[in-house]
């Protein structure tokens, strides 16, 4: 076993904005304080198992172009212990508090679910280890009911009913090992429950299936005493045609209609959030709108392309934009800023790893000391706070209050004649104003 898989790098220190090492942060500090609050704690950063420690490059059109020490390509346990030790080193360098996995990244798929099942048991008793080790924890975990050809008509929402029952098995175990490792929440990505065409689907049945599937998890969770959230994380297709949880209102809605709301948040994910024609911070307005915004995976997609490109995510409007409305709901508590990001394929070294993590770090801290600056100056929250002021006194109050009916608004607007008084939206000022704090 090599002693170390990155003998190269040593551990990522804070060097300022006029530093010129690649291998160091020049704005993610630590434990800096912003808002009485350090960067660490706000920022809650994660890797995640699946693209940094098994992806190669590979796409639709050539092989992977990443030889990864970590990937013997043995498919064994051991193998997989080897990986989790790499994982760990990599992580620790970093200095990223918090990883995520699917249950098939850390341990292999086995001929049976028992061997999948025994696999992951070892594997998982080495993440404990290795999390004991180095302090790192466990943002959340996930099953990956999604790769498999059993799962090629969906998982919950398979018409095959021994489908679901596996993929529910595949939960059942992911969650146990999520509550034994500690795993602040656990996160529900419906790769497949959705459909290619509706000339063979049930729609109605495959949602009920769905929500059956949620809440046979809300019950699992609370028969083994788990108690970190439950997040569905968002996405409109992509591998399938259409995916059930599109979209944040889609999300909620299924939520609400299932009666799984109380036991679920959101996690949000760029490049989703674009995939569905949304803005990130749409989707992550209209999640906390609901009271349910939870976590974030970090990227971005090209919007060049019409697919998820899971890039890493380097543009300062964005991480400002997101910070400020993470910010603005209160901060995190059990969720995070998860890297579901890759590097691209030419990136195919082991130092391209430590480069695209640290400029996602970077991209952050300056997207949280942004948007703490604009909650500071206070021009853009006055803004709007003054744009609904007629909702604070008179019959805007008693409307809100729900104290005036269409006869009360019909009796006002009588007596008035007219509306007076709207006022500009000055967007372009706005944006200005927001330019003036990058
Ligand atoms: C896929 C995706 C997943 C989830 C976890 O687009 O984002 O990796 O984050 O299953
Ligand atoms: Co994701």
């Given amino acids: 076993m090599p002693k170390s898989f990155f003998p190269q790098i040593k551990p990522i220190q804070y060097e300022g904005p006029a530093s010129r090492n690649p291998l160091a942060f020049k704005h993610y500090h630590a434990e800096e304080k912003v808002e009485g609050k350090s960067m660490k704690e706000h920022l809650r950063f994660a890797v995640v198992y699946w693209h940094t420690m098994r992806g190669t490059g590979g ?141 063979n689907t049930d729609l109605k049945r495959e949602m009920d299936h769905l929500g059956r599937f949620l809440h046979m998890a809300v019950d699992y969770k609370k028969k083994i005493g788990f108690k970190g959230p439950f997040y569905i994380e968002p996405k409109p297709k992509e591998p399938t045609k259409h995916q059930y949880d599109s979209d944040a209102a889609a999300c909620l809605n299924f939520l609400r209609e299932y009666e799984l709301l109380p036991h679920f948040k959101l996690n949000i994910e760029t490049n989703h959030a674009t995939l569905a024609g949304h803005t990130m911070q749409h989707e992550l307005e209209v999640a906390a709108a609901a009271g349910a915004l939870g976590s974030i995976d970090a990227n971005m997609g090209d919007v060049m392309l019409g697919w998820d490109t899971d890039q890493f995510p380097t543009d300062l409007y964005l991480t400002s934009q997101v910070m400020l409305s993470i910010l603005k709901h209160g901060g995190f508590t059990t969720g995070g800023t998860n890297f579901d990001a890759k590097v691209r394929r030419e990136s195919f070294t082991e ?31 006055e803004f709007v706070t003054r744009r609904y002021r007629t909702w604070d006194t008179g019959i805007g109050a008693r409307i809100e209050a729900g104290k005036a009916s269409f006869a009360d608004c019909e009796k006002h607007a009588l007596k008035l004649g007219e509306v007076s008084g709207l006022e500009s939206g000055r967007q372009e000022y706005l944006e200005a104003l927001y330019n003036e704090f990058l």
């Fill in 59 to 199: 796409d639709m059109f050539g092989w992977g172009t990443a030889q990864r020490p970590w990937q013997t390509g043995e498919g064994t346990v051991k193998e997989a212990v080897l990986r989790a030790r790499a994982m760990f080193e990599f992580v620790e360098k970093l200095g990223a508090p918090f990883y995520c996995w699917h249950d098939r990244d850390v341990a292999p798929h086995g001929p049976t679910l028992a061997d999948s099942n025994r696999a992951f048991d070892t594997v998982g008793a080495e993440l404990k280890k290795l999390q004991k080790d180095t302090g790192i924890r466990l943002l959340w975990g996930t099953a990956q009911n999604f790769v498999h050809p059993r799962y090629m008509h969906g998982a919950a929402t398979s018409c095959h009913a021994d489908a679901f029952c596996f993929a529910a098995a595949q939960v059942k175990k992911a969650m146990e090992w999520t509550h034994e490792l500690q795993g602040e929440g656990y996160v529900f990505w419906g790769g497949r429950e959705g459909y290619s065409t509706l000339l």
């Fill in 351 to 381: 130092e391209d790893l430590f480069l695209a993590h640290i400029a996602g770090m970077d991209a952050f801290a300056r997207g949280l000391k942004i948007a703490a600056a604009i909650r500071k100056d206070g021009r853009l929250a």
